[in-house]
């Protein structure tokens, strides 16, 4: 597990690829209790709301991201802050991974700044992030 | 919490944003009390495909746990077609298509099984953008989440944005 003494500017987060399936994302819309139809209903999503496929929730991936942050963390971090902006769709059945890097370190406050990214498969980045975690020395 | 209205998109000629929606910027809901259970935490933790034992059993609630966790609960014949509910913090606005923007969480302290929490939600910003495919309104909110104690857990600010 990273701590204050082993991490540098540069040390890269495990990434993880993560692909939405119609399981997965009828049990996250149930639990986060949200009923939007271009989450499980492709008649409507294509046609009315002219998606190409079912869309992947944008803060399942916010969800990814700090999963990024906490598997790094392990029991050993505190995670402080995280942002992200999702900047582009996912749809059912893309690949995206999740990953990042130290940005930053500060020694005297114990803590280490996370660039995150969500990169679809042509290598975009389709929703960045931020975070702040708090490491032991 | 701090109020963010300064762009200048919504005074322009012919701005999406009356005067009466502008002034829902500030308004806050009713507060919800909530407590976090064992089972939520779990059932989150495998819909999200949490990896960390803490998460998995249920100890302690992965970050985005709380996510929407303030959508006010609506019979179903209640929905719009779209499936969504109408937010009681909202006026009606111009454009009706709904896209997560994003979030910014500041955590004070981990959330358990046990915890009764209260949260608040306030409208902070409603403001307007041109978009690619033409105009988009963002919404920003905040959402205060205490202990019944008044310790504050966390704080969360959304962006919806309506196309």
Do not use: C
Request: glycine share 8%; no cysteine.
């Amino acid at each position: 597990m990273p701590s204050l003494s082993t991490v540098t500017v540069g040390t890269q987060l495990e990434e993880r690829t993560h692909e939405a399936s119609m399981v997965s994302l009828f049990l996250y819309n149930a639990v986060i209790w949200n009923p939007h139809r271009i989450h499980f209903d492709t008649e409507y999503t294509t046609q009315v709301e002219k998606h190409p496929a079912i869309v992947v929730d944008g803060p399942l991936q916010g969800d990814w991201l700090a999963q990024a942050v906490t598997a790094w963390l392990g029991d050993d971090g505190e995670l402080l802050e995280i942002e992200y902006s999702n900047r582009r769709a996912a749809y059912l059945g893309d690949r995206v991974r999740a990953g990042g890097e130290v940005v930053e370190i500060d020694q005297e406050a114990g803590t280490v700044t996370l660039e995150l990214y969500i990169k679809n498969a042509e290598d975009t980045v389709i929703a960045p992030g931020r975070a702040v975690v708090r490491l032991r020395h | 919490m701090a109020e963010t209205a300064e762009t200048t998109a919504g005074d322009a000629p012919g701005s999406l944003l009356t005067p009466e929606i502008r002034q829902w910027i500030g308004r806050s809901g009713e507060p919800l009390r909530l407590e976090v259970t064992r089972r939520d935490i779990v059932k989150y933790a495998i819909a999200t495909q949490q990896r960390l034992d803490k998460y998995r059993r249920g100890d302690e609630a992965p970050p985005m746990f709380l996510f929407n966790a303030h959508q006010d609960l609506v019979d179903i014949e209640d929905l719009r077609p779209d499936g969504l509910t109408d937010d009681p913090l909202l006026p009606e606005l111009p454009l009706r298509r709904v896209m997560a923007g994003g979030i910014k969480n500041t955590y004070h302290r981990p959330i358990r099984p046990g915890d009764h929490l209260v949260l608040t939600r306030t409208i902070t910003d409603i403001y307007e953008k041109r978009g690619s495919t033409g105009p988009l309104i963002f919404v920003v909110y905040g959402v205060r989440v205490e202990t019944e104690d008044g310790d504050l857990v966390m704080e969360e600010t959304r962006r919806r944005i309506f196309r």
